[in-house]
């Protein structure tokens, strides 16, 4: 059964930090690509980033650019969103999600499975 599990997040000021961790079981990174997603009330879902399964390829949205990181480490299971420079418009819930497939898509309906999420408010 694959499952993901985010944790990481929290109450942060504006120009903070936090780092998301997405701890997955029942299934390899190493055929796997895992997106990270957000959506704010009232908004609909954004895909943020995405690490692929083959080569460890990453793409970012244009808002978080600059100061977001995707990685992962394949022994651990887990994938890893490091935000930095946090703004009160990053505020959101953060779920990451499992595509079998080699490669990211940037949609949420191309991701099979789904954690539950981790809250993020940036407010100061």
């Known amino acids: 059964q694959l499952q993901l599990v985010e944790s990481g997040g929290g109450l942060v000021q504006p120009g903070g930090s936090l780092r998301l961790s997405c701890a997955t079981s029942?299934?390899?990174?190493?055929?796997?690509?895992i997106g990270w997603f957000r959506q704010a009330p009232g908004k609909e879902r954004e895909g943020v980033s995405c690490?692929?399964?083959?080569?460890?390829?990453?793409t970012y949205a244009d808002s978080v650019k600059g100061r977001f990181t995707i990685s992962k480490d394949n022994a651990k299971n887990t994938v890893y969103l490091q935000m930095n420079s946090l703004k009160t418009e990053d505020t959101a819930m953060y779920y990451c999600?499992?595509?079998?497939?080699?490669?990211?898509?940037?949609?949420?309906?191309?991701?099979?499975?789904w954690g539950q999420g981790t809250q993020v408010t940036v407010s100061s």
């Open positions: 029942g299934f390899s990174l190493d055929h796997y690509s």
């Open positions: 999600a499992a595509r079998l497939h080699y490669y990211c898509e940037g949609y949420g309906g191309a991701y099979n499975d």
């Open positions: 690490i692929s399964a083959r080569g460890g390829s990453t």
